[in-house]
């Protein structure tokens, strides 16, 4: 069988793709269509804010992968595309403006782009603080920020930042984060710098250590930031993702250097919106408890009573210097559930602080 052959065998499969893909084309743009109808009926009746529908979307991408189950379809195929659809479509009815830890390339852009799609307006901020005050005072719609990693624990500025901000959480994204060893030429001759941001470079701290023990490891503000800062200057090097070396023109001296080959981080995707229930949700808070013996024990006690799950339990320092904390919680099921808001009434009477961060569908 020779070329000619292997042309022939795939023109009719590839008329057929062809046909397939009009159909699909014609389909999306009926579903245009209809969202521009539904941000039309919005906007009839004054929800003009913001569109995007935490819930809907989740229950949306659901549904579909329920009902391609077992299909060749692969899984997680189902929501990256619908992902881009909804988002697509959500842009067509009013955009929206995203703001994220930049520059370009920087894991929060990624976490940004894979919860809302790639029809949104970026925003990439110098830190946390400016990607909270962006959506506080209404410069961006929505922030994406990172609050855990599977290997560092918690993202402390973020955590402190719920604390005081007036955002509330309406979702949730993990991603796998595989660090790379970046350099402008891949000539490591005169190099004597390691840039990366502080979680970064905890996060690869092993690895650092046995390879490259003898260079100065310097804090920057992101690690897309070291990457755009490497990339000029050869005594640098840098730890970023192959995005971020993509975007800069960079060599990938080593990849997936971080020590912890799963390493994940989980973002938080905030806001001023309430997510409504959609059907598998889980609720974030934070609250603290009088000092003396056994309150933590009592304050969740709530929890156990209504039978509610609890998926995470962390503690900060309240900085009052007398060993208080503040305990930031998750809880599986959504602040209206009847069982979840009974226990939070019950928790809120016993604390000295309490606050819901929100409730939002599981990813
Ligand atoms: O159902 C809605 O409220 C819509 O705006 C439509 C749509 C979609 O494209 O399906 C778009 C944005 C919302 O976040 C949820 C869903």
């Not at 599977?150 to 930042?161: F, I, K, M, W, Y």
């Not at 350099?183 to 390879?211: F, I």
């Not at 060599?251 to 309430?274: M, P, S």
């Amino acid at each position: 069988m020779d070329k000619k052959d292997l042309q022939a065998a795939l023109l009719p499969l590839r008329k057929r793709i062809d046909a397939i893909d009009e159909q699909l084309l014609a389909l999306l743009n009926e579903r245009a269509q209809v969202a521009i109808e539904v941000g039309e009926v919005k906007h009839a009746f004054g929800e003009t804010d913001v569109i995007l529908k935490p819930e809907r979307e989740a229950q949306i991408i659901r549904r579909l992968q329920q009902l391609n189950h077992r299909q060749t379809f692969p899984e997680e195929a189902v929501q990256a595309v619908w992902s881009e659809v909804i988002s697509a479509c959500r842009g067509l009815e009013r955009g929206l403006v995203v703001a994220y830890l930049g520059p370009e390339g920087s894991f929060s852009e990624q976490a940004a782009l894979s919860y809302y799609g790639h029809a949104i307006q970026k925003m990439p901020c110098v830190s946390f603080d400016e990607v909270f005050r962006a959506v506080e005072t209404g410069r961006a719609n929505v922030g994406m920020v990172p609050v855990e990693n599977s290997t560092e624990g918690a993202v402390n500025r973020t955590q402190d930042l719920l604390l005081t901000s007036m955002l509330k959480v309406h979702g949730e994204r993990t991603l796998p984060i595989r660090h790379c060893l970046l350099h402008k030429t891949g000539d490591l001759k005169e190099v004597t710098r390691l840039l990366g941001h502080p979680q970064a470079l905890a996060q690869c701290h092993q690895w650092l250590s046995m390879n490259y023990p003898q260079l100065e490891r310097v804090p920057a503000a992101s690690n897309s930031e070291a990457a755009k800062q490497a990339a000029e200057d050869p005594t640098c090097l840098a730890i970023a993702g192959i995005q971020a070396a993509m975007i800069y023109g960079l060599n990938v001296v080593q990849e997936g250097i971080q020590d912890d080959a799963n390493n994940k981080t989980r973002f938080l995707a905030l806001g001023k919106i309430d997510a409504l229930p959609s059907g598998k949700d889980q609720t974030s808070l934070i609250f603290a408890v009088p000092n003396r013996a056994g309150a933590v024990y009592d304050m969740i006690s709530p929890f156990a009573k209504h039978k509610v799950s609890m998926t995470r339990f962390e503690s900060r320092p309240a900085r009052t210097g007398q060993w208080e904390y503040y305990f930031y919680v998750d809880i599986l099921g959504h602040q209206q559930d009847s069982n979840v808001a009974q226990a939070l009434a019950e928790l809120k009477e016993q604390s000295s602080f309490f606050k819901i961060l929100g409730s939002y569908p599981m990813q």
